[in-house]
T-cell receptor
Framework: EDQVTQSPEALRLQEGESSSLNCSYT??????LFWYRQDPGKGPEFLFT???AGEEKEKERLKATLTKKESFLHITAPKPEDSATYLC?????????????FGEGTQLTVNP | NAGVMQNPRHLVRRRGQEARLRCSPM?????VYWYRQLPEEGLKFMVY????????ESGMPKERFSAEFPKEGPSILRIQQVVRGDSAAYFC????????????FGNGTRLTVT
């Protein structure tokens, strides 16, 4: 069974204080690893897809990296508007279509 | 380009009633996924549908839950004889291709069973 574990569960940062979120995964064969952002009362918003170890993707203050066992979401000089829950999900070769298995998320709060 | 549309946003049902949740995928998307998010828990896969076909329903409870995606019209998730434990946020997502596509989510339907 595919498993995704995210840490920490919650993270408080001061504006400008860089940090990283971790996503550890166990999957029989990784087709892709996905990062989403979810704001309260909203659906998850797609951020990145990573397909192979060593791959990196960047978007504004966010950078996602992937190894064979985990992924990191690095947040550089965060702003209050980066406050959200960040979700990691895996897609396995053996599962149907584009079905994703999600972790429980890291709730990020950035204080001004 | 409208995103995934779900309605209603909020739904209140008494125990024993039926709940019908609707999802219109993004334009050009023919693959639909339903997920459930319980309070303080992660998103859990329920069912994957293409037009007129259920592809994978391995995450759906065997009783009281059903889903469809007809040739015309939105996808429907139906919960019969609701119980308090069904209270959750139900999210629909769609993709254009079967594989290697990110899921694009709607803003969910929040079901409350009283």
């Amino acid at each position: 069974e595919d498993q995704v574990t995210q840490s920490p569960e919650a993270l408080r940062l001061q504006e400008g204080e860089s940090s990283s979120l971790n996503c550890s995964y166990t999957v029989s064969g990784l087709r892709g690893l996905f990062w989403y952002r979810q704001d309260p009362g909203k659906g998850p918003e797609f951020l990145f897809t990573l397909y192979s170890a060593g791959e990196e993707k960047e978007k504004e203050r966010l950078k996602a990296t992937l190894t064979k066992k985990e992924s990191f979401l690095h947040i550089t000089a965060p702003k209050p508007e980066d406050s959200a829950t960040y979700l990691c999900a895996v897609q396995a070769w053996e599962t149907s279509g584009s079905r994703l298995t999600f972790g429980e998320g890291t709730q990020l709060t950035v204080n001004p | 380009n409208a995103g995934v549309m779900q309605n209603p946003r909020h739904l209140v049902r008494r125990r024993g009633q039926e709940a019908r949740l609707r999802c219109s995928p993004m334009k050009g998307h023919s693959h639909v996924y339903w997920y459930r998010q319980l309070p303080e828990e992660g998103l859990k896969f329920m069912v994957y549908l293409q037009k007129e076909n259920i592809i994978d329903e391995s995450g759906m409870p065997k009783e009281r839950f059903s889903a469809e995606f007809p040739k015309e019209g939105p996808s429907i998730l139906r919960i019969q004889q609701v119980v308090r434990g069904d209270s959750a946020a139900y999210f629909c997502a769609s993709t254009r291709r079967a594989y290697n596509s990110p899921l694009h989510f709607g803003n969910g339907t929040r079901l409350t069973v009283t």
